[in-house]
């Protein structure tokens, strides 16, 4: 039976129930990225997503013929530089800071490495996923900029010590 059908009857819209589930899974990533990274390495992690970012734009375009290269080049980058940034940034969100604190910033992260991946995505494959609106708001310009920029300014805002 056809899911999309069977909502459509009882009166919910599919995009209700695309946008609901993004909703869900990036509630559960970001549980689990604050388990799994733990204080100790979100920071690091997070300039590794940055530093991933800026060597896919400049790594050469002949050799990315497709999304699929770029997203899987992204995440080999990404893994990468988390595995070694352990010795190359030292900072973290000191013990003393509330838990809510690791949430937010594990939050932050999941929704910027959304709006990459979809972002990277061309926009029919994307659109299989998640709604019109929530590609406008992952994606268009200045909410991309939004969810590149706001974990930074929230570890700013946050953060009483980093060590």
Do not use: C, H
Request: charge should be positive; glycine fraction near 4%.
């Amino acid at each position: 039976m056809n899911l999309g059908l069977l909502l459509s009857k009882i009166g919910i819209s599919s995009n209700f129930v695309q946008d609901a589930t993004l909703l869900v899974v990036i509630i559960l990533l970001t549980i689990a990225f604050a388990f799994l990274i733990g204080r100790g390495r979100l920071i690091s992690v997070l300039v590794s997503f940055y530093i991933s970012l800026a060597l896919l734009n400049v790594f050469p375009k002949e050799y990315l013929k497709d999304y699929s290269y770029e997203l899987g080049l992204f995440f080999i980058l990404l893994i990468l530089i988390a595995i070694f940034s352990k010795r190359i940034f030292g900072i973290y969100i000191s013990s003393s800071e509330f838990m809510w604190r690791i949430f937010a910033v594990s939050f932050l992260e999941v929704a910027m490495l959304f709006s990459l991946v979809f972002s990277i995505l061309p926009e029919k494959k994307a659109l299989g996923y998640i709604s019109q609106n929530t590609y406008g708001y992952l994606v268009s310009s200045p909410y991309n900029f939004l969810w590149l920029i706001a974990p930074i300014i929230f570890v700013y805002l946050i953060r009483k010590r980093l060590n």
